[in-house]
């Protein structure tokens, strides 16, 4: 049965989608099936199904001889039914619950008001990556999108640039000149918290790191030892802890850095997930927030105004970057079907500095 528009469907593996094994003509084949058998792109299939003048004679050839091959038949009936209607493939790996939450409210609140039905595949490692996206294209995606940390693996975005899969990044912090992406800046975003830390009187910093895998993780890093060093001061090394983005590795950072009687008078942790950890941390050591310490996160996921005292962190509109991921590959997806170029676009949404109670001057 199709899912009603906005639904979110489970899709499960199957024995075909599974397979890496060279092409054999067989029943139910897709564009892509003929795309890959015809080496050319899903977009030439597309132009020559709806008798587009823009292919070679040798390219329509190729493609006719791959669609007689494969035995592969429009549907013309099942065509008119779904006029308008899109699938839209979320391609995710071990995702915050709380960022894949937020995110999800808003492509499905996208997805309802383009008349589209939202596919969601799941997997870890190379191998489960390549299986997931064959599984979206057999069960008929027109478009994916790839939220992080996928939106930084070369393998994912390699696979679905070889079919031609209109395909957008979320949330990267080094999106690909040929893939289109939807962000904030997280470089400045860290900037700006690390200078408002700055302007309380905050001297001494310490700093959590997010996974080393991820692009953001790396800029948010970066732009807090430019703004330190801007201001003339020298983070020790251990001042900087390695996180993974986990509440778990938050608890483990923290507690590495309140050891001892030489504490930072401020911990910057690179998402809240990790930020939350901290106040765990200094609750359990007596330590008042924000008179003995101040924390601050990035991200601005619930948990933020879940914890005590309320986290100060970088609001990232995720929701919005949903919304506009959705938005963009539909467009995409939409030009694919019709046999038109579409250009590759990066779209950078604003983020802001929410102020909370874990914060506070060191004058006060």
């Not at 899903?42 to 493609?63: C, F, L, P, Q, Y």
């Not at 589209?116 to 489960?128: F, G, P, Y």
């Not at 470089?187 to 991820?214: C, N, Q, V, W």
Request: charge should be positive; hydrophobic fraction near 45%; glycine fraction near 8%.
């Amino acid at each position: 049965m199709p899912l009603r528009q906005g639904k979110v469907k489970m899709t499960a593996p199957t024995k075909n989608s599974e397979s890496t094994m060279p092409f054999r003509p067989r029943a139910g084949s897709t564009m892509w099936d003929v795309a890959r058998h015809a080496d050319v792109s899903a977009m030439t299939v597309s132009r020559v199904i709806n008798g587009k003048e823009n292919v070679s004679d040798a390219t329509r050839e190729k493609v006719m001889r791959s669609i007689h091959a494969l035995g592969y038949r429009v549907n013309v009936a099942a065509r008119a039914a779904r006029v308008g209607t899109l699938r839209i493939g979320l391609l995710y790996s071990n995702p915050s619950a709380a960022f894949l939450s937020a995110f999800l409210v808003g492509a499905m609140a996208q997805c309802s008001r383009s008349g589209a039905e939202l596919l969601l595949e799941t997997c870890d490692d190379l191998k489960s990556q390549r299986k997931a996206i064959d599984r979206l294209i057999a069960h008929g995606a027109d478009g994916v999108l790839v939220p992080p940390p996928l939106c930084d693996s070369p393998a994912a975005l390699k696979r679905l640039r070889e079919i031609c899969m209109p395909t957008v990044a979320v949330a990267t912090g080094k999106p690909a000149a040929n893939v289109s992406a939807v962000r904030i800046d997280d470089y400045d975003g860290a900037r700006a918290m690390t200078k408002y830390l700055l302007s309380l009187g905050h001297t001494d910093i310490g700093f959590i790191k997010g996974d080393p895998e991820h692009t953001p993780a790396q800029l948010r890093f970066q732009a807090f030892r430019d703004a330190m060093q801007g201001a003339g001061l020298v983070v020790p090394d251990q001042r900087i802890v390695q996180g993974m983005f986990t509440y778990r590795s938050g608890l483990d950072s923290a507690r590495r850095l309140l050891a001892g009687k030489s504490r930072p008078t401020a911990i910057f942790a690179a998402n809240d997930d990790m930020a939350a950890g901290a106040i765990a941390v200094a609750h359990g050591l007596h330590l008042r927030i924000p008179e003995d310490i101040a924390i601050a996160g990035f991200d601005d996921t619930p948990v933020a105004t879940t914890v005590w005292p309320g986290l100060t962190t970088i609001h990232q509109p995720i929701g919005e970057l949903g919304r506009a991921a959705v938005e963009l590959v539909v467009e995409q997806a939409k030009a694919m079907r019709a046999g038109e170029a579409y250009a590759t676009r990066h779209a950078v949404l604003p983020y802001q500095l929410e102020v909370r109670e874990s914060t506070v001057s060191v004058a006060d």
